[in-house]
């Protein structure tokens, strides 16, 4: 069983849906942390969370530590947020981050 | 503008051939990480260094090589002893004096080996 699990794999929205995708650690973390990957590859930090939600623009990201899980939320979904999301936590450990697979989103017009 | 630059973008390479991929960071960041991104896996990590003329094995460190001798370059080297080098590779950086900060990627070099 991997440490982060993420889901959905796959979403696919229409624009203007609100979007939401999941992430459990089975792990001790001291932050968890969401990453946009565009199709390009390249990878660009999004949050970095250690307790509570995080808001920039249309996105939102909440922690619960005690469950162990973490979301995103988009809203207003565009088809420019169509990417990988991904999901990471710091262990604490010389900064190293483990990571979840991720999820595609495809959001159309 | 701060950031990490990685070349090439794609790189191309017959078996048996070792090969060098670059990253380079301005942002002054005492980690660098290399990690290794399959389809349908996360991110692997190969190899990290904390400091100058140190570094060390990540989960995957078998068929590869780094070295760290400026603070701003952590250059990964692909060996042929890597059996499945076709993949796509990002390096990433942070700073430890701020331990729970964001990391910054790079662009990545997809390296496919024929």
């Known amino acids: 069983k991997n440490e982060v699990e993420q889901s959905p794999q796959n979403l696919t929205a229409q624009e203007g849906e609100f979007i939401t995708i999941n992430c459990s650690y089975s792990v001790g973390i001291s932050a968890l942390h969401w990453l946009q990957q565009h199709p390009g590859g390249g990878i660009v930090s999004l949050f970095m969370l250690s307790s509570g939600k995080k808001k920039h623009g249309r996105l939102i990201a909440t922690i619960n530590i005690q469950e162990k899980h973490s979301s995103l939320h988009i809203t207003a979904s565009h088809p420019r947020d169509s990417a990988v999301y991904i999901c990471?936590?710091?262990?604490?450990?010389?900064?190293?981050?483990?990571f979840g697979t991720g999820t595609r989103l495809q959001v159309t017009l | 503008d701060g950031g990490i630059t990685q070349s090439p973008k794609y790189l191309f390479r017959k078996e048996g051939q070792n090969v060098t991929l670059s990253c380079e960071q301005n942002l002054n960041h005492d980690a660098m990480y290399w990690y290794r991104q399959d389809p349908g896996q996360g991110l692997r990590l190969i190899y990290y260094?904390?400091?100058?003329?140190?570094?060390q094995k990540g989960d995957i460190a078998e068929g590869y090589s780094v070295s760290r001798e400026k603070k701003e370059s952590f250059p990964l080297t692909v060996t042929s002893a890597q059996k499945n080098p076709t993949a796509f590779y990002l390096c990433a950086s942070r700073d430890l004096g701020r331990p729970n900060t964001e990391a910054f990627f790079g662009q990545g070099t997809r390296l496919t080996v024929v």
């Open positions: 990471a936590v710091n262990t604490g450990t010389a900064s190293k981050l483990t």
């Open positions: 260094s904390q400091i100058v003329n140190d570094f």
